[in-house]
């Protein structure tokens, strides 16, 4: 069955610090890719996507993930972070359904 | 154009009872997808309607069961609410235009309480 795999629960960083969030999936086809942010007590707001083309793609915010098929990955990455930056973040996956095959999700932290 | 709108955002309901939750899309979009998020679970795909029709269930007891409306509207209805069923529960819209893949929108959700 499809997965999407965020390893890590909880990260903190500093603001201004750089960021990376992990994501791995598992498909055999192209993988349509995603990732969301959600705020407390909010829905989700799509940050970027990934559906083909060049690997690198940007998104809001300043965010942008990079598409390694060789890893199975498609890991969320921002230059500087800012304490409005801490959420809760998201990846998902297309199913076969249509359906998104979300990850447990990684929540963010930035200390002053 | 305005996003995904879900009514009511706060529900409070007993053990035993129903529950009819509303989710209107962006204008234009024709399919809905409804999600259930809890802390234990995460996030997990209920149905999906397009065009009234229930295209993909996920799977969830027949308890939860929806409905869409020719302007695309979306309602879903739990019966006989259980204590697990407290969650946060999203909306989300797409285009669904020929061929895919198609990106989903979601709202704010509505957060059920069962006591």
């Known amino acids: 069955a499809q997965s999407v795999t965020q390893p890590d629960i909880h990260i903190t960083v500093s603001e201004g610090a750089s960021l990376e969030l992990r994501c791995n999936y598992s498909?055999?086809?192209?993988?349509?890719l995603f990732w969301y942010v959600q705020s407390p007590g909010q829905g989700l707001q799509l940050l970027l996507k990934y559906f083909s083309g060049d690997t690198l793609v940007q998104g809001i915010k300043g965010f942008e993930a990079e598409f390694k098929r060789s890893q199975s990955s498609f890991n969320l990455r921002k230059p500087s972070v800012h304490w409005s930056d801490a959420a809760e973040y998201f990846c998902?996956?297309?199913?076969?359904?249509?359906?998104?095959?979300f990850g447990k999700g990684t929540k963010l932290s930035v200390k002053p | 154009k305005a996003g995904v709108t879900q009514t009511p955002r706060y529900l409070i309901k007993t053990r035993g009872q129903q529950v009819t939750l509303s989710c209107s899309p962006i204008s234009g979009h024709r399919s809905v997808s409804w999600y259930q998020q809890t802390p234990g679970q995460g996030l997990q795909f209920l149905f999906e309607y397009f065009s009234e029709t229930q295209r993909n269930k996920g799977n969830f007891p027949g308890r939860f069961s929806g409905r869409q409306f020719s302007n695309s509207r979306s309602e879903m209805n739990v019966s006989t609410l259980e204590l697990g069923d407290s969650a946060l529960y999203l909306c989300a819209s797409s285009a669904k235009t020929a061929p895919p893949p198609d990106t989903q929108y979601f709202g704010p959700g509505t957060r059920l309480t069962v006591l």
């Open positions: 498909y055999g086809a192209t993988p349509y």
């Open positions: 998902a996956s297309r199913g076969s359904q249509g359906n998104l095959i």
